[in-house]
């Protein structure tokens, strides 16, 4: 993953709540086994449809509890594959929030009225070391746990956090050498 410090740039808005994975990404595009290429299919019936227009902008502003659904890691690498950077939204479905974090995808948790005003702005600058959005109309903080900062300043992924400790885990199964390792019957 890259590291994730500043999203700075102008928003696309997605004024709607309860936005699930399966309008993010449809079930027919899940075939694929690479991570990359989903772009093309986000939100693609509502695009299709003409119901939606949106640019690949770095912030994607949208309503209420989004990401619902199912648990799928499509919807996170799609988004991330159209170009957005970072989703602010008033509140995020726990799996989306997860899978958005371990996949380098900045969600910022802020009130309603600061989504709005964001939204109206059409441009803003998120900091996450700072933990603050600042836009034209205002200055908000977000709260993020300490681990899942440092996992996105430092660009880590669960497998590379693992691997800081791979001395100490070589030394342990060097220690341990039957560990994990299939016995004989008699």
Aim: glycine share 8%; aromatic share 8%.
């Amino acid at each position: 993953m890259d590291p994730v410090e500043v999203v700075e740039g102008d928003v696309s808005v997605l004024d709607r709540a309860d936005v699930d994975t399966d309008q993010i990404i449809p079930k027919q595009f899940l075939k694929r086994i690479e991570r990359t290429g989903f772009g093309e299919f986000l939100f693609y019936d509502w695009i299709r449809d003409g119901e939606i227009e949106l640019e690949p902008n770095p912030i994607l502003v949208a309503g209420a509890n989004f990401g619902s659904g199912s648990s799928r890691e499509h919807a996170v690498w799609a988004i991330a594959d159209f170009g957005f950077k970072a989703v602010i939204a008033p509140s995020f479905s726990d799996i989306f929030y997860a899978n958005s974090t371990k996949n380098g995808l900045l969600a910022v948790i802020v009130p309603p009225e600061h989504c709005r005003g964001i939204a109206a702005a059409g441009r803003a600058r998120i900091d996450l070391d700072d933990q603050t959005v600042d836009y034209e109309g205002g200055v908000v903080r977000f709260e993020i746990e300490e681990d899942v900062k440092h996992r996105l300043l430092g660009g880590h992924d669960e497998i590379s956090i693992t691997l800081q400790d791979a001395e100490a885990i070589d030394a342990y199964e060097a220690a341990h050498p039957m560990l994990g390792r299939p016995t004989t019957a008699i």
